[in-house]
C-alpha cells in the first residue's frame, strides 16, 4: 500500500484527553484548554498523532459535558474560543490533530432549543425532540427503558407529555426525523470543520433515530453484554435504525466536501459484528472508525481475545480498518481491568494489533482506577448502593509528585480527588527513568511510526503456541514482525521455527532482552510481551 495514498487516521494513534481531568491550568480544581494547550510538548514527545477531547462546549454539567448547552460555545470553565483556537493552531503547528466531540443524540435540558420545545405544543421547536402523550392510564407511551436504568421517558408538566431521553433525564432525544433538527446539527459540524479541527468522535450514533412507531423493546437476551451495565430490555427498537445511517452519510458527504481528510470516529456500542460493520456504510461511506465495544468488556485472557479478534477482523469490509480501544471515561482503566502486570503487554497489544488504536490519558503512566468517597461521587451514574459509576476512571492526570500530582496548585480541592497512589505514579518521576511506563510507552509509539509493518501491515495470527501465550505476525514488503504476548504468570518456551531460524528483538516488556533470538527457542516470561523482527 502506498504511503502517500492513506489517510492520516489510517496510520495514526489516537489520545483521550478528558478536559476536566488533564490539566488545570487557572487553580479552579478543573482542567481547562489552557492545559491542554500547556502539556502540548507532553504529548508531541509521547509520539501520539491526533487528540481526541471530550465536550468542551457550554453544559450544565449534569453529564460533564455530554450534556450540551451550545454546540457551537466554549464551556467558560475550559476557556474561551480565542484559547480554543490557539490551541488548535499550536497542535497543528506541534503536527497534532484535533478530535473533538460531536454529541448528536441528545443536547442538555438548558439547551435554548429544548427550552423551546417544552414551552408549548404551538412553539416553532415543539417536535424538535421526541414528545409523546401518555397512555389513558399516564403511563408512559411504552417500555423503552434509559441506558441508566428506569423509564426512557420523562413527565414535562408544561406540554403535559412525556419526552424521551435515552441515557440522563437531563439530556433529551433530539428528533433526527425532523429535517430543520439535521440542519441545524450539520450547521454545527459545518462550525467546526470551517475552523479546521480534524475530526469528530461521534457519542452514541447508532441511538439517533427510534422506530417511528414505537413498538416496546424485547427483554435483553442472557448473553447481551449490556446486562453487566444493568440494562433489562434489548434497543432494538431504539438503535441502528435504517434512517441512522442514511444521517451518517450525510455526515460523510459533509466531511469529504473539507480538504485534509477529516476523520469521523463512531461510538458504536454494537455487539454483533455484522452490524458494528455495518457502520463503514456499504460503500464504505459512514463511519471512518467505528468503535469496537467487545473490546472494551473483554477480559486479560488470551483466548476470549482472540476469539473476540477474528470475529472483529473477519467482519471488517475491504478497505476499512479495524478500530483497537481498551479503555476510556466510561469504563475501568487499564492498569486495574488488565492488572498492573499487564500493563506493558496491554500496550504492545493496543498499538500492534490491526487496527487504528485510542489511548486513554495517563493510561501511558499506569493510572488506576481512584478511589472515590461517597461524598466526592461526581458521575450522574454513580449510586451509592450499586457502584461509583465512571468516576474512577476520570480522575485528575497524575503530572508529579506534589500535592495535588501537579495538575492543580497545591491546597485546590480538585473536582475529583487525585488517586493516592501519584506520589509513586507520574509522569515527572517516569520522566528520567529508562524503564518507566512512559518511556515504554514512547519506544512502543516510535517503533510503531517508523515501522510500516506495524501502521500499515497485514496481520496473521500465529498457531499453534500454548495456551495464554497470543503471536501474530504483522508484515509489510520485506519488513515481517512478530509479537508475542504471554498473557500469563507462568513462563513458556515456544518452538516457532516455522517462521525462520533467527529474529531480532525489537522492543520487549522486560529490560535486558537478548538482541538476538533463536527462533526454535524463545523464552517468554511471566506477562511478558516480545516484538521482533524476523529475518
Ligand atoms: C457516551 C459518553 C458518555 C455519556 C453518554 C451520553 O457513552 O461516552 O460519557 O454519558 O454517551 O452522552
Not at 200 to 221: G, K, S, T
Request: aromatic fraction near 12%; charge should be negative.
Amino acid at each position: 500500500m502506498n504511503i502517500n495514498n492513506t489517510p492520516w487516521w489510517q496510520r495514526a494513534v489516537f489520545y483521550q484527553i478528558y478536559p476536566r481531568s488533564f490539566m488545570d491550568s487557572n487553580g479552579d480544581g478543573v482542567g481547562d484548554l489552557q492545559g491542554i494547550l500547556d502539556r502540548l510538548d507532553y504529548l508531541v514527545k509521547l509520539g501520539v498523532d491526533a487528540v481526541w477531547i471530550s465536550p468542551i462546549f457550554p453544559s450544565p454539567m449534569a453529564d460533564f459535558g455530554y450534556d450540551v448547552a451550545d454546540y457551537t460555545g466554549i464551556e467558560p470553565i475550559f476557556g474561551d474560543m480565542e484559547t480554543f483556537d490557539r490551541l488548535l493552531s499550536e497542535a497543528h503547528r506541534g503536527g497534532l490533530r484535533i478530535v473533538l466531540d460531536y454529541v448528536p443524540n441528545h443536547s442538555s435540558i438548558e439547551h435554548p432549543w429544548f427550552i423551546e420545545s417544552r414551552s408549548s405544543r404551538e412553539n416553532p421547536k415543539r417536535d424538535w425532540y421526541i414528545w409523546k402523550d401518555p397512555l389513558p392510564d399516564g403511563s408512559p407511551p411504552n417500555n423503552w427503558e434509559a441506558t441508566t436504568g428506569g423509564s426512557a421517558w420523562n413527565w414535562d408538566d408544561n406540554r403535559g407529555q412525556y419526552y424521551l431521553a435515552q441515557f440522563i433525564k437531563d439530556e433529551p432525544d433530539l428528533n433526527w426525523l425532523n429535517p430543520e433538527v439535521v440542519s441545524a446539527m450539520e450547521d454545527v459540524l459545518h462550525f467546526w470543520l470551517r475552523k479546521g479541527v480534524d475530526g469528530f468522535r461521534m457519542d452514541m450514533l447508532p441511538h439517533l433515530v427510534e422506530h417511528p412507531d414505537f413498538p416496546d423493546n424485547p427483554p435483553i437476551p442472557a448473553d447481551h453484554p449490556f446486562r453487566s451495565i444493568g440494562l433489562t430490555l434489548e434497543q432494538v427498537h431504539t438503535v441502528d435504525q435504517p434512517e441512522t445511517h442514511a444521517i451518517v452519510r450525510r455526515f460523510r458527504k459533509i466531511f469529504e466536501s473539507y480538504e485534509g481528510d477529516r476523520v469521523i470516529i463512531g461510538e458504536t456500542p454494537l455487539f454483533d459484528m455484522a452490524k458494528l460493520a455495518s457502520c463503514y456504510g456499504q460503500n464504505l461511506d459512514e463511519v471512518h472508525i467505528p468503535f469496537n465495544f467487545k473490546l472494551l468488556l473483554t477480559g486479560w485472557n488470551a483466548g476470549k481475545m482472540k476469539a473476540v479478534l477474528e470475529e472483529y477482523y473477519a467482519a471488517i469490509p475491504e478497505g476499512a480498518v479495524p478500530s483497537i480501544v481498551f479503555g476510556n471515561h466510561d469504563f475501568a482503566r487499564i492498569a486495574t481491568r488488565f492488572g498492573r502486570q499487564n500493563l506493558r503487554s496491554a500496550a504492545v497489544l493496543l498499538l500492534t494489533l490491526w487496527g487504528v488504536p485510542t489511548m486513554y490519558y495517563g493510561d501511558e503512566i499506569g493510572m488506576e482506577n481512584g478511589d472515590i468517597p461517597p461524598d466526592r461521587l461526581q458521575d450522574p451514574w454513580a449510586d451509592p448502593g450499586k457502584g461509583t459509576g465512571r468516576d474512577p476512571e476520570r480522575t485528575p492526570m497524575q503530572w508529579k509528585n506534589s500535592p495535588n500530582a501537579g495538575f492543580s496548585p497545591p491546597g485546590v480541592k480538585t473536582w475529583l480527588p487525585v488517586a493516592d497512589n501519584y506520589r509513586s505514579i507520574n509522569a515527572d518521576s517516569q520522566e528520567g527513568d529508562p524503564d518507566s511506563n512512559l518511556n515504554f510507552y514512547r519506544r512502543l509509539l516510535k517503533l510503531r511510526r517508523d515501522l510500516p509493518a506495524l501502521h500499515e501491515g497485514g496481520f496473521e495470527f500465529f498457531d499453534p503456541v500454548p495456551q495464554g501465550v497470543l503471536a501474530y505476525t504483522r508484515r509489510s514488503g520485506e519488513q515481517q514482525i512478530l509479537v508475542l504476548v504471554n498473557f500469563e504468570s507462568q513462563p513458556h518456551q515456544l518452538d516457532l521455527s516455522p517462521l525462520g531460524a533467527g529474529a531480532r528483538t525489537l522492543l520487549s516488556t522486560e529490560s535486558g532482552e537478548q538482541d538476538r533470538v533463536d527462533l526454535s527457542r524463545v523464552g517468554l516470561g511471566p506477562n511478558q510481551s516480545l516484538i521482533l523482527m524476523l529475518e
